[in-house]
Every structure is written in C-alpha cells, then in structure tokens.
C-alpha cells in the first residue's frame, strides 16, 4: 500500500529555514508530478510548489525565491527547502504524488498526512 509520510515540519522563527521531506512507500511503478500544498486554519488548500519528473518546477508566487522544491528519483522522495520564512507561511503543509503503483496503473494523487509548519517569534 502506497503511503506518503511527510517529516521536517516545526516551529522557527521569522527569516528561518526549515527543511520539509516527503517520501512515498510502497510497489511504485513510476512517479509523476509531486508537489507540496499548504492550508491555513479557515483558508482553502493552496499548492506551494510542485516539481515534474523531468525536474521542472513551479512555485506559488508568495513563495518565489524563497522556498526550492527538488527530489530524489532513487528514493521516491520530495523536498521542500524554505528559507526567510514568514508568519505568513504558517499552515499544515501536505505532500502530494501523482503515481502508478502495483494496486493502481492509472497515475493516481496521493496525499501524506501533513507536517504543522509554524512561522513566530
């Protein structure tokens, strides 16, 4: 069974770095698109960057410059760099990939749990 368990979430304080990893578990035949998404208490779910197979990247614009997104292909792993953070970026951060496994051999999103991300001094 396909599961993805996000780790390297917590507090810092404003202009800070942390280091989010996401890594997906399980018979993986190949792995698309992952990305990482955030959500803010009473907000809607928003995508914070996402990264293709072949390595091209896209970034919501808030987080432009600051943040980097890249993976790790050998271990089916996604990260998220975030640096000069802002209270602003505090939310419950959920990694995403798109996939195809031995249970599903359509590209199927699957979504890790969630790591709480707090920005404040």
């Known amino acids: 069974q396909v599961q993805l368990v996000e780790s390297g979430g917590g507090l810092v304080q404003p202009g800070g770095s942390l280091r989010l990893s996401c890594a997906a578990s399980?018979?993986?035949?190949?792995?698309?698109?992952m990305g990482w998404y955030r959500q803010a208490p009473g907000k809607q779910r928003e995508l914070v960057a996402a990264?293709?197979?072949?390595?091209?990247?896209n970034y919501e614009d808030s987080v432009k410059g600051r943040f980097t997104i890249s993976r790790d292909n050998a271990r089916n792993t996604v990260y998220l760099q975030m640096n000069s953070l802002k209270p602003e970026d505090t939310a419950v951060y959920y990694c995403?990939?798109?996939?195809?496994?031995?249970?599903?051999?359509?590209?199927?999103?699957?979504w890790g749990q969630g790591t709480q991300v707090t920005v404040a001094s």
């Open positions: 995403n990939a798109n996939l195809q496994s031995d249970r599903t051999y359509r590209l199927t999103r699957f």
């Open positions: 399980g018979i993986i035949f190949s792995i698309s698109n």
């Open positions: 990264i293709t197979s072949g390595g091209n990247t």
